[in-house]
C-alpha cells in the first residue's frame, strides 16, 4: 500500500553493484530499512545525495507490517541543508547526531508525541546557526529525552540516575549546573563554559541514554567529535 511520510536518512550500505539498502527514520513507521535498486549507477544523476545521513525527506513508500526491507516510489528533500554538509564543525556534529538516532529510533513505532518533528526542526534551526553551535549535540540529547519517555526534568535527576550508576565523581556542582541550563536554553543562547565541562556532560549524559535504552554502547563518533570540537 502507498504511504506518505515524511523522513530523516540514517545511513545506508551498498548493495550489489548499483543499489543500495538505506535506513530511514520515518514519521509514520519509526525506523525503516528500504532497498533503492539502480541509485549509484551513472544515470541516476545524483539521486544518492537524497540518502545522505540527515537529509529531511518527502516520501511516498510501499509500506508492509513486518516487513524487513519496503520500497520507495517518490523521493525529494524538503529541506535542502545550507550549512550543515559544507561547515566541518557541522559535519562532524551531524555524523554523531545521526549515529545516536539510528540507535535511539525505533522500529515500526508511530509518532505520537511529535518526536520527529523535533528532530526535524532541531536539525533546521542547527544548519541556520552561524554561532554558539559547538554544543548543539549535547544541548539536542538533553532536549530530546522529553520525547523518548525518561524526561530529564533537571539536573538533579541525572546525578541520581547516573551516579548511582556509574559512581562517577565527576558529577561537579559545575557539570549538572551546565546540563540543566542546555535543557532550558534555546539553541542560540550564548553557552559560557570549559571545554572539560562540555566534555564530562556529554559523557554523563550518553551514560543516562545507554542506562534507560541500552542501546547506545560505544559511539564511534565521539572521538571525532574530541579531536575536532578543540
Do not use: W
Request: charged share 25%.
Amino acid at each position: 500500500m502507498l504511504q506518505k511520510t515524511r523522513g530523516i536518512a540514517i545511513n545506508y550500505i551498498k548493495y550489489r553493484d548499483t543499489s543500495i539498502i538505506s535506513r530511514i527514520y520515518t514519521e509514520d513507521f519509526g525506523l525503516q530499512s528500504y532497498i533503492v535498486n539502480g541509485v549509484r549507477s551513472a544515470k541516476s544523476k545524483g539521486k544518492m545525495a537524497l540518502y545522505q545521513p540527515l537529509t529531511l525527506l518527502d516520501l511516498v513508500i510501499y509500506h508492509k507490517d513486518g516487513a524487513q526491507l519496503n520500497r520507495i516510489s517518490e523521493i525529494k528533500c524538503f529541506y535542502p541543508y545550507q550549512h550543515i554538509p559544507f561547515e566541518i564543525r557541522k559535519t562532524t556534529i551531524g555524523i554523531f547526531l545521526g549515529e545516536v538516532l539510528s540507535k535511539v529510533v525505533r522500529e515500526n513505532e508511530h509518532d505520537h508525541a511529535g518526536q520527529f518533528d523535533f528532530v526535524a526542526k532541531s536539525l533546521q534551526e542547527f544548519d541556520t546557526l552561524t554561532a554558539n553551535f559547538e554544543s548543539f549535540h549535547l544541548q539536542f540529547l538533553v532536549k530530546f529525552t522529553q520525547y523518548l519517555g525518561f524526561d530529564l526534568v533537571n539536573s538533579e535527576d541525572l546525578y541520581q540516575q547516573v551516579y548511582h550508576l556509574t559512581k562517577s565523581d565527576l558529577l561537579s556542582k559545575e557539570v549538572l549546573e551546565f546540563i540543566e541550563f542546555l535543557y532550558n536554553a534555546p539553541y542560540a543562547h550564548e553557552m559560557k563554559t570549559t571545554l572539560e565541562i562540555k566534555r564530562e556532560a556529554l559523557k554523563n549524559v550518553i551514560s543516562f541514554y545507554d542506562h534507560h535504552l541500552g542501546t547506545l554502547g560505544s559511539l564511534k563518533s565521539v572521538e571525532v567529535l574530541r579531536q575536532i570540537l578543540h
